[in-house]
C-alpha cells in the first residue's frame, strides 16, 4: 500500500469553467476535512457544495468535493477531487495548500498506475486509458474504448491456462510414467494449432490497431510540377502548400492530417526529385527521400498529360517494391503518360475533379489497410511490447509443433511451451516488471 498521498491538478492548463484537482493515498480523507468546508462530514461518493479553503483556513473559492473510499475508488485508495473555478491562480493556490498539509505532486500516470496496482485495472486498460486520451480520430476512440473492459488480457489468460493444462499433463507423464502415458503428439498439435491461430488472429488486429491508433503515414512523391502539392491543397480543401509553375518551388516537406473511413491519415508533401537541382533544392529532395523511407505508403504523383520523363521512370523503378499508389494527374491536358503505363497507374485523373480524390482516398484505404477496418468494437493488441510478447510465444508453438512433426518424444516441447507460456504472462500482465509499467505510464499526463 502506499503511504503517500499524491495531488495533481487534473484539467488542461489555462482558464476554463471548472479546474479538478485530484487526490489519492490514506491522508484523502484527513484533507478534505481539513481544505473543504460544508457544515458536515462528507457522504462517500456524493457530490457536495461547500467553500474551499487553504491551510491556515483562509477561503480559497467555493465548489464541489468527492469523496470515495477505498477500494470504491478509481485508485482503490481513498480519494478526493475537488472542483472550483477554472481560474489557473485559485488552482494554484490550492495544490500550494495540499502541498504544505503533508501531500505531494503526482508524478506522470501516477493515478492510473496505483490503480493497476491495486487490481483496479490491468496492463491493456491501463493502455488503452492513455490511447483514448491520446487519440485523434474517431476510429482510435473507438478502438481505444473498445480495450477500457480488459477483454485481451482475459482472452490472454484463456489461451494460457491451455498451455498451462499441456505442461500439466507432460509433468505427470514424466514423473508418473507407469500411470500416466504420453500426450497423444495427434492432439498436442491440434491444441497447438488452436491456440497459435487465436494467437495469430489477436497479432493481426493488433497491427490495425496499431495503425488506427498512430495514424497511416503518405509521402506525396513526384518530379517538379506533377501537381503533388495541388493534390495536398486538394484533400485538404484549404491552400496549404505554395503553388507555382515554377520547378522546384517545395523545397521543404509539409505535413497535414486527414480522415480516410475515419482513420488520420498523415499527409507529405515533398520536394519534387529531379536530377538537376540547385543546393537549396537538393537538400529538399534530401529530406523527401527520408520522408518516403519512413512513410507506409507512398503516393507517386506524375504528370499523365505528358510523356513520362527520366526522373517519372526512376520514381516508379524506385517505390516498384513499396506499398504505392500510382496517380497520373493533369488527364483533362492530356494522357500521353497514362497511355505509356498502359494500365499500370491505380488512378487517372485531375486533382481539381471530386470523382478523382474519392477514387484517390480509396487507393490509400485498398493500400495502407486493405480497405476494410477490423472490428473497432472488439478488444485487440495495442503495445509494441504486447505485439512483441505474441509474436515470442508463436515463435515457440512453432518450435514445439515442429518437433512433433519430427516424430520426438511429446515430452521435448516442455521447454518451448514454457517459453509461451512465460511470454504470454509479459503479456496478459501477470509478469509485468517494473520497467514494462514505466513504459506504460510515461505516456500518460499528469493528474491520470
Known amino acids: 500500500m502506499n503511504e503517500d498521498t499524491i495531488y495533481a491538478i487534473a484539467t488542461p492548463p489555462g482558464i476554463g469553467a471548472i479546474a479538478i484537482v485530484r487526490v489519492s493515498g490514506p491522508q484523502a480523507r484527513a484533507l478534505a476535512a481539513r481544505l473543504f468546508r460544508a457544515g458536515g462530514e462528507l457522504q462517500p461518493r456524493i457530490a457536495t457544495y461547500g467553500t474551499v479553503v487553504d491551510e491556515r483556513g483562509a477561503t480559497l473559492d467555493r465548489g464541489v468535493a468527492i469523496l470515495a473510499i477505498a477500494p470504491h475508488s478509481y485508485t482503490g485508495e481513498d480519494t478526493l477531487e475537488l472542483q472550483i473555478h477554472g481560474s489557473p491562480i485559485v488552482a494554484r493556490e490550492l495544490v500550494s495548500a495540499l502541498l504544505a498539509c503533508g501531500a505531494r505532486y503526482a508524478t506522470a500516470g501516477e493515478f492510473s498506475r496505483r490503480a493497476l496496482l491495486n487490481g483496479k485495472m490491468n496492463v ?97 512523391v513526384g518530379p517538379p510540377n506533377a501537381g503533388k502539392s495541388s493534390l495536398l491543397n486538394a484533400l485538404l480543401g484549404e491552400d496549404r502548400a505554395l503553388v507555382s509553375e515554377i520547378a522546384g518551388t517545395t523545397r521543404d516537406t509539409i505535413e497535414e492530417s486527414i480522415a480516410v473511413d475515419g482513420v488520420q491519415v498523415r499527409l507529405i508533401d515533398t520536394a519534387g526529385i529531379r536530377a538537376h537541382a540547385d543546393r537549396l533544392e537538393t537538400a529538399g529532395i534530401e529530406r523527401t527521400r527520408r520522408a518516403l523511407s519512413e512513410a507506409r505508403v507512398a503516393i507517386v504523383v506524375l504528370d499523365g498529360s505528358r510523356r513520362l520523363d527520366v526522373e517519372a521512370r526512376e520514381l516508379l523503378a524506385q517505390t516498384a517494391d513499396r506499398p504505392r499508389v500510382v496517380f497520373c494527374n493533369k488527364a483533362d491536358l492530356g494522357d500521353a503518360g497514362a497511355r505509356e503505363l498502359d494500365g499500370r497507374a491505380d488512378v487517372v485523373g485531375s486533382v481539381y475533379e471530386h470523382a478523382t480524390l474519392e477514387e484517390l482516398r480509396r487507393a490509400v484505404a485498398r493500400t495502407g489497410w486493405g480497405g476494410e477496418l477490423p472490428d473497432l468494437e472488439r478488444p485487440h493488441l495495442a503495445a509494441l511490447f504486447e505485439l512483441d510478447a505474441v509474436a515470442e510465444a508463436l515463435e515457440a508453438l512453432e518450435r514445439a509443433n515442429q518437433t512433433l512433426e519430427r516424430g520426438d518424444p511429446p515430452d521435448l516441447i516442455a521447454g518451448e511451451l514454457q517459453r509461451a507460456f512465460a511470454a504470454l504472462g509479459h503479456l496478459s500482465g501477470d509478469d509485468a516488471g517494473e520497467q514494462l509499467l514505466a513504459r506504460i505510464f510515461a505516456r500518460f499526463c499528469i493528474g491520470k
Do not use: W
Open 124 to 220: 491493456q486498460e491501463a493502455g488503452a486509458v492513455a490511447d483514448l486520451i491520446a487519440a485523434e480520430s474517431r476510429s482510435a476512440a473507438r478502438a481505444a474504448a473498445a480495450n477500457l473492459g480488459g477483454g485481451v488480457a482475459r482472452e490472454v489468460n484463456a489461451l494460457r491456462a491451455r498451455v498451462s493444462e499441456i505442461l500439466e499433463e507432460l509433468a505427470a507423464a514424466i514423473d508418473f510414467p507407469d500411470e500416466v502415458a504420453d500426450p497423444e503428439p495427434v492432439q498436442l498439435k491440434i491444441v497447438i494449432g488452436e491456440i497459435s491461430a487465436a494467437l495469430q488472429r489477436l497479432q493481426r488486429e493488433g497491427e490495425a490497431g496499431r495503425l488506427i491508433r498512430e495514424g497511416l503515414g503518405v509521402a506525396i
